[in-house]
């Protein structure tokens, strides 16, 4: 069975705060923190580990978009912003990454279950490229270091490169290890070996 989404709420009216309390449930989601404060938002955001922030931008001791920079410091979490306010200042400071939606009040429940969806959406798009990118920088750095270790291995063997390739390739697989792996470790031997010749 697939769990509700899990939703932290934050807003400095507390009319607004009932209102999201009774709508969400309603949508289908589940409310696990509700906050008056950015500050309140931060420490409960720590405490519930919700799936999505739905956050005023004007609150008292940090807005909305400070509270949201801070808590995805530590986890990456969707955002949507709720603001009285759509002033060209206020839209040039909503551009961060988390932040994937941004409603106007007064919030209609049709609005606010369209821009949930589409949050979500972007959220798992954003991090599916988040991923391929890191993936491709790993990719890129174990590709180094197996061209690396490879001239080693074909110096200190007396081997062409496809005999060096074959052999560090044999001996990831009789040791069930990455080649990458393999790797580091001839660079590493190798790194020893230069420092006992200097001795």
């Not at 060209?88 to 279950?113: C, N």
């Not at 990458?180 to 230069?194: D, G, L, N, T």
């Amino acid at each position: 069975m697939k769990h509700p989404l899990r939703v932290a709420v934050a807003d400095d009216e507390s009319d607004v705060r009932d209102y999201l309390q009774e709508v969400l449930p309603r949508l289908g989601y589940e409310v696990v923190g509700v906050a008056s404060t950015g500050r309140e938002l931060t420490d409960q955001v720590r405490a519930s580990n919700p799936d999505l922030i739905i956050a005023d931008i004007k609150m008292p001791d940090m807005d909305g978009i400070e509270a949201s920079t801070a808590v995805n410091r530590d986890r990456a979490i969707p955002v949507v912003l709720v603001s009285a306010h759509h002033d060209a200042q206020t839209l040039t400071r909503v551009g961060a990454d988390h932040i994937m939606g941004y409603l106007v009040k007064p919030i209609s429940e049709a609005d606010l279950k369209t821009a949930i969806t589409l949050a979500m959406v972007r959220f798992q798009h954003f991090q599916a490229l988040v991923k391929e990118t890191s993936d491709l920088r790993q990719a890129l750095e174990d590709r180094k270091l197996v061209e690396k270790a490879k001239g080693v291995v074909m110096k200190r063997l007396r081997v062409d490169e496809e005999e060096s390739f074959r052999r560090m390739r044999k001996h990831a697989s009789d040791h069930n290890l990455k080649l990458a792996e393999v790797s580091r470790r001839v660079i590493a031997a190798e790194e020893v070996f230069r420092e006992m010749e200097k001795n």
